[in-house]
């Protein structure tokens, strides 16, 4: 394995190229790096990789002390006597050797002082920091490299200035006059702010043009197959493995180092063997960890396509052409679909079939949205990391149109930067072939036009349609199915079924109203046919009518497969009566 990834290739490029001093560090910052012997936290690892002559390292934690090596303290304290009386330490000595309360012993104590007093006061702390910027251009043969942790609780984002308190403005006040300083930006001394994502620093310090930004990424497949090689080669008893450390690198997609070492020391510790199963587990609570509970959920549908009564064209279309090209890589494979259709038509559960019969892990995204400030970008980026790390994955979203809204000017701010991020992963060519777009919505025409434009899921807009003619005919033989009737008397199940479909049921039934139908049946447990009428009988349907009517024709004008549609040969004529026949809806207040 490579002794520099490429974020910290990417850090010395910008710090030794002169283009910033300030980066922000942010992404999987409290994961293991691998320093060249051994898997450290972060800040080890870049204190171990830029440790050089002429480089002097300072790191303050949040409630900490401002920490540095007694070579570096030797140095600074006696730079900051000579920044404040404009002669060297031992010179100063040398003229005040027989005098008392001299100015070397002033100065002195006041370094002593201020580096004491930063420990618990965050405010005095990067006052401190700054001045000894200044002081190191003045007075100090060696450059600083000064790593702030916690940057994202020194410097919050609150959403406004009258949300923050005295100290925090002081801080942010203190910060931005720091980075935006000509001469520390064209001097040669360095701060890294750690903090997991950008926008959790106040937008003050985080939108500076002289504030640049890196993404410490989740490990690859390749990094954590190398650190289970060596975990096992250096640990005893070796956790015990199902297979090889290749086949664990694999599963464990989405995983940190962090997570990946817990999983292997808890295995060498009970001497019980790792199962897939038992790894697969553990991925997914580490995402909804990550993510939250509210945000994600791991969809194990227990049906296939062959357990969905009806829509035959529909299934085979699925076989022949969506999931072919779903299982595809690079150009071949479609970056997702949108699936839209009347509430009730069947949409959700035909293609959680689709999404068994892929055999891919299936994320359900249930509410990027947070309610704390900031949060939901922090959650994007969360998951847009999960993405990178996993192999290929299929991201089940159902009522998509009230998940990702709309990016015009009467949305809000928070709406349109997520929809806009997620339309931008979308058709991120990196990501085409490996994260599966599915959308379910009743709504397809509150999807923002710039997902549902080729390239994203408009590739493929799927209408989920009220089953019609064999499709219907197979519903109703599913219903009778459910039911056992007694009697020598009873008719023939096709008359049964002929009753049913021409004179008991209404023409625009639907998957979800047939299902029902069944459940009620079954509950019943009807002898006779006319219990079986006197039931059908006393079903009342919802009025829902009219916007089922408007769900429908928008799922036919913005389907993108003639093949799916009731009649392939469609004119424009009959594109423009389902249009007329939406205006008309809408002016009823049908939306």
């Not at 031992?90 to 580096?115: I, M, P, V, W």
């Not at 090209?325 to 949108?338: D, E, M, Q, S």
């Not at 009778?480 to 020598?488: F, M, P, T, W, Y």
Request: aromatic residues 8%; hydrophobic residues 40%.
């Amino acid at each position: 394995m490579s002794t520099s990834p490429p974020f910290f290739t990417q850090l010395a490029r910008l710090l030794n190229s002169g283009q910033t001093r300030s980066v922000l560090v942010c992404g999987n910052i409290y994961d293991l790096q691998w320093d060249g012997s051994s898997y450290v936290p972060l800040n080890p690892f870049l204190l171990e990789k830029t440790q050089t002559s002429g480089l002097l390292q300072l790191v303050y934690e949040l409630n900490g002390p401002v920490r540095m090596n007694k070579e570096a303290h030797s140095k600074l304290r006696g730079a900051w006597v000579e920044w404040k009386t404009g002669v060297d330490a031992n010179t100063l000595a040398l003229r005040e050797l027989h005098q008392k309360g001299s100015s070397l012993e002033f100065y002195q104590d006041e370094f002593d002082r201020n580096l004491r007093e930063s420990t618990g006061n965050p405010t005095l702390a990067l006052e401190f920091l700054r001045q000894l910027t200044i002081c190191s251009r003045a007075a100090l043969r060696e450059n600083l490299l000064i790593i702030v942790e916690a940057a994202d609780m020194l410097l919050p984002e609150a959403g406004s200035l009258a949300a923050l308190n005295d100290r925090q403005l002081h801080r942010i006040s203190i910060v931005h006059d720091w980075f935006g300083d000509p001469e520390f930006i064209d001097g040669s001394d360095s701060v890294l702010l750690m903090a997991e994502s950008r926008t959790l620093v106040h937008s003050r310090v985080s939108r500076m043009p002289s504030v640049l930004s890196i993404d410490v990424p989740a490990p690859t497949k390749e990094e954590r197959i190398e650190f289970i090689t060596r975990y096992i080669d250096q640990k005893q008893p070796a956790p015990k493995l199902w297979s090889t450390p290749e086949a664990l690198g694999e599963c464990t997609a989405g995983l940190s180092l962090q997570v990946l070492r817990q999983l292997l020391a808890g295995a060498a510790y009970t001497g019980q063997q790792l199962t897939a199963d038992g790894v697969f587990e553990k991925v997914e609570d580490y995402i909804r960890t990550q993510l939250g509970d509210d945000v994600v959920d791991f969809k194990k549908p227990g049906h296939s396509l062959d357990d969905v009564i009806g829509f035959t064209k529909l299934k085979d279309f699925l076989r022949r052409e969506l999931i072919p090209r779903f299982k595809a890589k690079g150009n071949k494979a479609l970056p997702g679909a949108a699936v839209a259709g009347a509430i009730g038509s069947g949409k959700t559960f035909i293609f959680e079939a689709v999404a068994a019969e892929l055999d891919l892990p299936v994320l359900v995204l249930k509410n990027i949205r947070s309610k704390w400030f900031g949060q939901t970008d922090v959650i994007f980026e969360r998951l847009r990391r999960m993405l990178d790390a996993l192999e290929k994955v299929v991201i089940f979203v159902d009522e998509a149109d009230t998940q990702f809204g709309r990016v015009d000017s009467n949305a809000h701010d928070t709406e349109r930067r997520l929809t806009g991020k997620i339309q931008a992963m979308m058709s991120d060519p990196q990501l085409r072939g490996r994260v599966l777009w599915l959308l379910m919505t009743a709504r397809i025409h509150l999807l923002s036009p710039d997902i549902r434009r080729p390239g994203r899921v408009g590739d493929l807009i799927i209408p989920v349609l009220d089953p019609r003619e064999d499709d219907r005919t197979a519903f109703v033989h599913w219903v009778l199915s459910s039911v056992k009737l007694e009697g020598a008397q009873t008719p023939p199940v096709e008359n049964l079924a002929r009753e049913l479909d021409e004179e008991l049921l209404p023409p625009d039934y639907s998957a979800a109203a047939f299902a029902s139908l069944r459940s009620l049946l079954q509950a019943l447990e009807p002898k006779k046919w006319e219990e079986v009428q006197a039931a059908i009988y006393d079903q009342i349907s919802p009025d829902i009518g009219a916007t089922r009517e408007y769900q429908t024709l928008q799922a036919l004008v913005n389907c993108t497969r003639r093949s799916l549609l009731p009649e392939p040969d469609v004119t424009d004529e009959d594109r423009s009566a389902w249009e007329r026949r939406i205006r008309e809806l809408e002016l009823q207040g049908i939306r």
